[in-house]
């Protein structure tokens, strides 16, 4: 077996950043940046952590906010959703490469590479690719490989870059790690440094019994790790159909431009994620947490008591998409149309993810238009015309029909999804049968003997109606008997030869209109 262990050295450090925009530091310069993270505690706010740059500025934990802004280093918030969503990537990265995937502990995956190299190559080779990968999600990690997970975690807390540590010389490969990678407790750590036990290397040269004497079972088990004989099974994550991304602000966003330069990291973040499970964007649900700011209170208090203190936005796709560029210009078109009320303090990104779409090109047909360019067309033209009409119905899509008595009743369906439809082919019909609709109707003046039309004139057409049938009362309130029209098809004989027509009488007027002709 052989099994491979990705550590995020600096790990909440490396989760606050990775959300940072990129500036003039690209991606793989940011964690040698001086960054202390601090946390509020019982009266003030104080470091928790700082990465070796920082370090080396003299900044140490315990210090407070103010002290560690004098050495000038970047100091952020220790945010725990950040901590999450880059967690989530790195299993996500992590799957990408194998089935079997344990989430050991923040900021460290621990994956099954057994028979992967006929894919992937040697395990040197996995390893490096693990290592490009996670850099591509603004991860930087050490990556290790060996034939037990605990060994492969030791050697990747020791070992920065790619390591394999060969079967057989695990106690060669971390003698010279110090026993910090092993994680003792404080007691034991302090035991250890009093007895002058440095390294990995000092530990394992310790017989077992005296060790097991004075440090109990727990002083056995660092004594086999260094020497590579403890062994233990894989705890398999199982990843949750869950895609969100977080970013908290650190001061309130009012323009739209700052806040699509965030969406636009969070929305590339998630789409890594979903790329390493070949996996595409169905939906997107935009929450942005707002800052109702408590000294406009006073101006119109009963308008903020009804102000929420949220704003949602759902962004549903007519076809599974993976556009980045496409999604950010979706999400810009709506938030334009729809702004949020109040300036904005958190960012959460959802994605429901989908398979991918897979369409067969035709040689003898034109090819359809992207649906990314088309939804993205969609969306500026409802920018434009606005989202519905007076009927409440969609303005921008394609007809669809309305089981309904009513006139020229119709719906709009999305594009993409009215036409990605499988439709049953309706029956074959004639062009002499189709009724060609007049938009609008025609006034006509019509002669009536015997309860039945007998003359028609309209639009410089005057013959008498050969043939007639009718009346059909099909339009109105039918369920309570008040008709609003009366329906007859006729039959005129013109110079170029029989045509068939069909006229009504509005019930309410009176008048007679000619609704339509005959093919």
């Not at 556009?323 to 949020?340: Q, R, S, V």
């Not at 004639?430 to 004139?457: G, N």
Request: hydrophobic residues 40%; glycine residues 6%; contains cysteine.
């Amino acid at each position: 077996m052989l099994f491979t262990c990705v550590f995020v050295p600096f790990f909440p450090i490396q989760t606050v950043m990775r959300n940072v925009p990129e500036t003039s530091q690209s991606k793989d310069k940011r964690p040698e940046l001086p960054v202390a993270l601090v946390e509020a505690g019982e009266n003030i706010v104080r470091v928790v952590l700082c990465n070796e740059a920082a370090s080396a500025c003299g900044i140490e934990a315990g210090m407070t906010k103010t002290q560690a802004e004098q050495f000038g280093a970047l100091i952020r918030d220790k945010s725990a959703s950040a901590e999450q969503s880059a967690q989530s990537a790195l299993i996500e990265c992590a799957f990408s490469f194998s089935p079997r995937v344990e989430s050991t502990a923040p900021g460290i995956v621990t994956l099954d590479i057994a028979g992967l190299e006929r894919l992937f190559g040697s395990p040197a080779k996995i390893n490096s690719a693990l290592q490009a990968a996670a850099a591509s999600l603004g991860l930087k990690v050490n990556v290790a490989t060996a034939h037990d997970p605990d060994t492969a975690l030791i050697a990747a807390r020791g070992i920065e870059g790619v390591s394999v540590v060969p079967q057989g010389q695990e106690e060669q490969c971390l003698g010279p790690l110090s026993i910090d990678v092993l994680s003792p407790s404080p007691e034991d750590r302090e035991i250890l440094e009093e007895w002058g036990i440095q390294t990995c290397k000092d530990l394992a040269k310790i017989l077992p019994v005296p060790l097991t004497e004075r440090l109990g079972q727990e002083g056995l088990r660092l004594w086999k790790l260094t020497r590579g004989e403890l062994r233990r099974s894989l705890v398999p994550f199982d990843p949750p159909r869950r895609f969100q991304e977080v970013a908290e602000l650190e001061e309130p966003v009012e323009l739209l431009e700052p806040l699509l330069f965030v969406i636009n990291r969070l929305l590339e973040n998630i789409l890594e994620k979903l790329n390493a499970r070949a996996l595409f964007v169905q939906e997107l649900h935009l929450e942005l947490s707002l800052d109702v700011r408590s000294e406009d209170w006073h101006i119109n208090q009963a308008r903020h008591k009804e102000m929420p203190q949220t704003f949602e936005r759902t962004l549903a796709l007519p076809v599974p998409m993976q556009d980045p560029k496409t999604l950010l210009k979706l999400l810009h078109l709506d938030l334009e149309a729809h702004p949020p009320h109040a300036p904005i303090l958190r960012i959460a990104l959802t994605a429901e993810p989908a398979r991918p779409r897979y369409t067969q090109g035709n040689l003898f047909l034109r090819a359809a238009p992207e649906a990314e360019k088309v939804e993205v067309l969609q969306a500026k033209l409802r920018s434009i015309v606005g989202e519905t009409d007076m009927l409440n119905r969609n303005t921008v899509g394609a007809p669809g029909m309305v089981d309904s008595h009513e006139p020229d009743s119709f719906k709009v369906l999305p594009f993409m999804a009215s036409c990605s439809e499988k439709k049953a082919l309706p029956a074959p019909q004639s062009e002499e049968d189709m009724l060609r609709i007049y938009r609008p109707p025609r006034s006509a003046r019509v002669r009536v003997a015997r309860d039945a039309p007998v003359h028609i004139a309209f639009s410089g057409i005057s013959s008498a109606i050969l043939q007639s049938s009718g009346p059909w009362r099909c339009a109105g309130s039918w369920w309570k008997k008040k008709w609003e029209r009366e329906f007859w098809d006729i039959e005129l004989r013109l110079t170029a030869g029989l045509a068939q027509y069909r006229i009504y009488r509005d019930v309410l007027t009176n008048g007679w209109f000619v609704a339509g002709k005959v093919n």
